[in-house]
């Protein structure tokens, strides 16, 4: 089997992976409209390429927070990477190293942050977290990831509860007895979602900066109030998310949502988006209409399930080559030229 | 089977009831264009959900003409629900008592006002009535369903003759013969829509005022005119209504209609809705547009085909959790915090 | 089999015609998609019911050109119904009169204008018209039409070449041996429609009126532009017309049409449509839009399959029967009552 | 089998050809979205045609730079014309002369420019060129074809890199042992296509102004910016192309983006297209927009599968006839007639 695009290693973790594992990480909530939405929204932008530009020399580097990665596409937090693959999430670390790129490790992570760290020195990587009921918790495991190197702390805002995802229910989805949620073992129980806190609030925003000089990042920002809401509390960057369109059902495409809110930002702060990405062109169009970078959250998780740390490289590369080529075929040599005027919302 | 969802009930009535009671419930007008479009509408509509409010502590609880309810959602009325379950409308009354919710037994009961009144003691009912040609006799009822103690009447306003329902006419549908219309025997013949009186107008809302001191609902209006009138005609309500798609085929989806309702009503009456509500995020659309509540048809048929009261308060209790979810992924603590700009329409 | 609607009697002729019949009756030009459209446009269009009007006393009659009919729907004018029936046009004249409605005899008709006469003495007929390169024929044709007592003269303006119907060519389409286009004989070559002048502009009306004192009807019309000019030259109507899309395919929907052509008529004359009537609330969209009649094509010929003058009837009271329950669900008592404020286009 | 449209021959080439070869043929970059869309945007499109014109002498002649031609279609560059029929673009040039059309021979021919040339003398041929790095290459390709009488050169400004066409990845796509790209033997190594030079800028133009007297005519152009480039280049035509949607998968439709182009152009130089042509409607509403001329791609090499250079006439006769039949249907007697009235988008 040639592996030519993503949708060649969707089929083959659909094909391969434990019924069990591949409904989790394909679950969207409720009729799984917002998670569809998330792919076809990309289909109503329209490229407006332009010819005879020297496109000789490509330059597809950029930096987010100020760090240079090889191109604007990151590993989206996403948990229990060892349903997809043995290593879990030191496979991940390894492969997003190996491809200069950045990874955002999940608090719901079935290896340590600190093998997480250690399996992939140098590397860039940001945590994830949720602010639990029990704070003393959060506030140690912000403290262990800052100590351990991790360059930022994203802060998830959207999951005060966990979506309805009916194949989970129906499946009875949990964790293997032999998978744990490393990172909380002692202060929780594994798996209790409810130990999240759903009265966090924007003022949480400076709890978290008082325990830390990491910058912060907020992820799962749907609108252009929250967007100036985060901007005013100080956070260094937004991720247009709505959980791989897992938690609330029938929100906006992120593609959608990002146009909205980068207006409302205008600069102030970096802006990223996940959800949806399956192709060199969809990073391409995110990154006209103002995204400084996007993350992949299935995708990855397919790479593992393909080949583990190679198989996530494969995933990268391919997504690399097809964005250098798309930007290419658009008329852009480097990621500075890309912009607005390279697209337009189709009216169909 | 795990019921998740009330596709889940759907599917089980479909395969469990007679067909011709399947068919009766589900039919629509004509093609079903308007019975599939109040489904369809909801897609259409997105939200615009707010992050990082305290949700911790969540009230879904309103209040319908100055009655409290534990959520906003009631048993629209249906006719026959002895071809869903042997104890009928009796099973109905007492689900919806155990839920706190509002049920508007139908004219067109298997069972009578007084068995659905006894059966549910205290329960919140409202009694649904159509105006038959025999004026006395409808007089009759509405004054047994005062005396009952209904706590509103609802005029059905969209028929004045029986919409054309093909698989109905195929099956050469009529009730089993144990079963009765209860309400109407003496009064009139089983069955005989004909009976009904397609001479109404607006000017026999005075006449039913000048019977009873309940309030009253009228139920079936679709545009900003019919709400005007009614507003002006001294009515307590109006549910936003299409008759399930089974009357005039082609008309608005409910959700489309109830945002001119609104417009029109300004908050003169109360506004409710029935029609496609499938998921709770449903409910959530609908007050959002304005409704102060809304009402199932079918999905409590569903419900009672499955397990009779017990069912019907899965149902229930399903929506409830689901209605309870969206509100707190969309930012929302309570109901009052719902409004306009909670969603937008997609131009898709 | 029970005949519920239009759809059973097209799947009881597709069933049971000849391959080669059911082929030319259904066949549309090219992809065949304006002859789609013509069915789809009318689910675009949304109804605005109004409630509580007093519509005990239905009357659904209307007149044209100042003849009245038992309802606003009419036989088009298609060709070679012995295709369909043995006894071709006699039967649907005879249907025509039997439900008080009017007939429009086409040129290529598989019986004389005499025997379509007589089978239906006192009906409404009118003829259809192309004109040939040999107008003498044409003027005898017209001469012998008003003769026989047609009360209006419809000329077809879409056809001076004929559409090209792929399924025609494939299976070589000619009329079987034994049936003869009657009217033509002696004049002209059977089938030859290369016969037709494909030099008539709109002077050619000027010279038709020269020929007759019938009122001139002109079909195939599409634009506000040439509803203008057809008033300028003196016809008494206007059937607005794609020829069931077998003409020119990707032209609009007749319903569509219909708009701009009343805009422009302004009244002067009266307009008509046919293409995609199915429905008796779709009778009511084209009079709500302006319509004062329209004409049903395919129908009549699957009523015809069905059981001949029989068959016909069945359709046209089913239609009848859905239009007048359509116009009192959308609280209309009388014709004169439908108007512009019942629809609205969906933005969809 | 009668070939009645050319949906028959793609139906026939798919059957009969080579798997590799079909795929090849048919092959859109990525996921297809815009070699699909070609086709699509046709159909929201609708025509406004006008009746009562006189259409009985019709012409449909055109001169493109000047040159007439026997209907405005001609042959698009493509390459690899004996994978189709054995005498490769010799049978090409043939059916293009036979048919007074004009044949634009691909630089990726598996003929010489010598062969196809004396294939058809005084045929009309325009020669397609790709700039190499190899510089004085193309120089030799320019001035071949000069000096053999090809009367424009088309220079392709999409490819500065070849697209990402899955199925010849998953294929291994190559050409067999036997065909060469026999232009280019001695200069390149055969199917190199990254001896292509993507730093080609609109000053090559000027180069290639300096090497030749022939008219340069720019393929691959989609928006009004690099329209007005080419006219301030000197060019003197224009072909909208997104290279049958090889290239950057994603962009407009060229029925879409040839409004924007004409509207920028304004009469300066002639604008042609290629891209979704399959009826002769297509090239009706093209030349509606302001196309002087369409080329097709596909559909000429589906002709040649089918039968070498009669299958090719074959396909050009169809698309003649149903262009004329188009045009009569519209009212249009000669192409000067054919205008924007013709037309209007569908807002669907």
Sequence with gaps: MTMVCLSDFEAYAKKYLPKIAWDYFAAGADDCNTRDENILAYKRIRFQPRMLRDVSVMDIRTKILGTEISFPVGIAPTGFHQLAWPDGEKSTARAAKAMNS????????????????????????????????????????VQRAEALGFQALVLTA??????????????????????????????????????????VTWNDIYWLQSLT??????????????????????????????????????????????????????????????????????????????????????????????KGEEGLQDVLRILQDEFRLSMALAGCARVSEIGRHLVQFSKL
Excluded at 122 to 137: E, K, M, P, V
Excluded at 171 to 193: I, Q, S, Y
């Design 102 to 141: 950045c990874y955002i490790a999940s608090t719901y992570s079935t290896c340590t942050l600190e093998e997480i760290s250690a399996a992939a020195p140098g590397g860039l990587q940001w945590f994830q977290l949720y602010i639990h009921r029990n704070r003393a918790a959060s506030q140690r495991l």
């Design 158 to 199: 959207d999951l005060p509860y966990t979506g309805k995802r009916r194949d989970d229910i129906r499946n009875g989805f949990r964790l293997p007895p032999h998978m744990k949620l490393k990172n909380l073992e002692g202060d929780f129980e594994v798996c209790k979602m409810s130990l999240l806190d759903p009265s």
């Design 213 to 306: 000089h990491l910058p912060i990042i907020i992820k799962g920002i749907l609108t252009k109030e929250d967007a100036e809401l985060a901007v005013r509390h100080g956070v260094q960057g937004i991720i247009v998310s709505n959980h791989g369109g897992r938690q609330l059902d029938e929100g906006p495409a992120t593609i959608d949502a990002l146009v909205e809110v980068v207006e409302a930002v205008q600069g102030r702060v970096e802006v990223y988006l996940d959800g949806g990405i399956r192709k060199g062109s969809d990073v391409l169009k995110a990154l006209a209409l103002g995204a400084k970078c996007v993350f992949i959250g299935r995708p990855a998780l397919w790479g593992l399930a393909y």
